[in-house]
């Protein structure tokens, strides 16, 4: 409903708008009346109406003059004349006073119907507006986090659009062009593909909402920046200085090493710290060490050198996230920098997978020598880490490789199962899951290693006595709580080689002949009445009677309790 003051110097119009006209009908409330322009003022400013009904001439203040007051203090309310025809000139001069409308003396219902229903319709529309525009204000207020990533992506990537640039950077409140220099940190969470696989949806973003929490607290403690997340696992810190750009030589390797470097003693340095490196270095470890304190996340940090304007942003972060990659070779867990990393490049090594150290890797392999295979695999990754100019990539490839030959000895000795035959598969996305390259020798070896171990046991011929000690044990402890690891540990060998080679000798699983030894212990105890059907569950390794008899039926046909019928 719309509320509506009258104001008219003549009662016989008030007392008629007051009595004869279904207001509620029109969806108004008649708030008030007043009989003179003075008085009728105060009671709008104090009502604040939506709608003011006014006559154009009153004595004292007339609506002219009273029209003008109210724009003034009440802008937003609407203002209708009543006028007589004789007011023609002086009418033309009240609807410049911003009035929406006017009515002539006598007032017919009809007219006022129409009129009143037309402003109330301008109000409507103006309710609208001011809603559609609060929403979206809302909406933009929402969306502001998002925008600001998206505009500090752009910063970073080469692609800044300068136009307004300013103007931008004031509506994202975003005082980048109020420092001397600026310094790129990346930090990056290790294993990244574990922890957020290990994780919901909803506690990825929780995750990533807490930890630039922490990064953006540490920076506004110790410095000033601002962080943003480029992808899933990755958050850039771009930080504001005003000192000179970092000296050379000024290198963070890991946590607790000072940094080297003097200021210039003329230009002196403008942080909080005695140089950017302390600050720098302070910054990078709180940041470690609050995120492995709080969120038990190991995070390596690249930094890269400053740069004196937004356009050399990119430059500075393509440091910071080449620095991060080093940890392939230096190790997780760091604070790095690009000055203090010695590149081999300049020592071209001629490694080639196909010959010598590659060679002599599946030489060892195909002899069944584990001993030996160590330590050519020690030996090839030794030629690839001091090779860095090849990059993670090339030694991933290497990796492959050498398990994709694994699976030609495997074939040659007719042991290419199909559960090596996945574990190759897995083994081949896992070589791309390792972030630095001491993880990708220890998984490679062991891979091979398990390959290593069946050539070893076909070219001694020890597989038939291997397969022996397996049933031995398992005939000993059958009844149990026996594992693979239980059964691989008896026999000195490891649990993946111990399934593959029974499967491959026998033609059936360890947990099929496990249960087949039990079956048929269970069946000679059944043949004495004795024996409760419970305590031969037991006693043959099942805690479950249920079970047990589900998979005797299973196995032989018919239930225990029918079992012993038969075989009184």
Known sequence: MKTLIIVD????????????????ALGITLAGTADDGDTGLELIAELKPDIVLTDVQMPAMDGITMAAAIHARLPATKIVFISGHNDAEYLKSALQMHAVDYIFKPISRKELAAVMGKVCAVLEAEDRERRLVNEMQVKL????????????????????DVTHLQAKLDFLGLPLTSAGGYILMVIVIDDVTQVMNSRSERDKQLLSYTVLNIIQELIDKQMRGVTFEKVAGEYVGLLLTQSTPLEADAGIETAGEEL??????EEGWNLPGESPEDDLLTLAESIRSNLRQWLKLSVTIGVGEQVDSLADIPASYRQARDAVDQKWYL?????????????ASAEHLGYRLETEPGERVLAALKMGDPVRLS????????????????GARYAQN????????????????????????????????????????????????????????????????????????IRSLIEARYEQNLTVADIAEGVYLSPTYVRLLFKQETGETLFEYLTRVRIEKAKSMLRDPQNKLYEIC?????????HFSKLFKKITGSTPSVYRELHK
């Open 9 to 24: 110097d003549e009662p016989s119009v008030l007392n008629g708008l007051r009595t004869y006209v279904d207001w509620a």
């Open 141 to 160: 207020s929402q969306s502001m986090p998002l925008l600001r990533e998206r505009f500090l992506l752009s910063v970073i990537s080469d692609s800044l």
């Open 260 to 265: 080297s470097g003097e200021p210039d003693a």
């Open 331 to 343: 190790g997780k867990n760091r604070i790095l920098t690009m000055d203090n990393i010695e590149s």
């Open 375 to 390: 330590q050519e695999l020690g030996a090839s990754f030794t030629l690839l880490e001091r090779s860095r100019e090849r």
């Open 398 to 469: 290497v990796s492959q490789h050498l398990i994709l030959q694994s699976s030609q000895v495997l074939l040659e000795l007719n042991g290419m199962t199909p559960e090596f035959e996945r574990r190759e598969a897995e083994a081949w996305k896992q070589v791309l899951l390792q972030e630095t390259i001491m993880e990708l020798l220890q998984f490679t070896e062991s891979y091979l290693l398990e390959v290593c171990a069946f050539v070893q046991a076909k070219r001694s011929s020890k597989a038939s006595e291997v397969i022996e000690k």
């Open 538 to 546: 037991y006693a043959v390794g099942y805690s479950d009677p249920s």
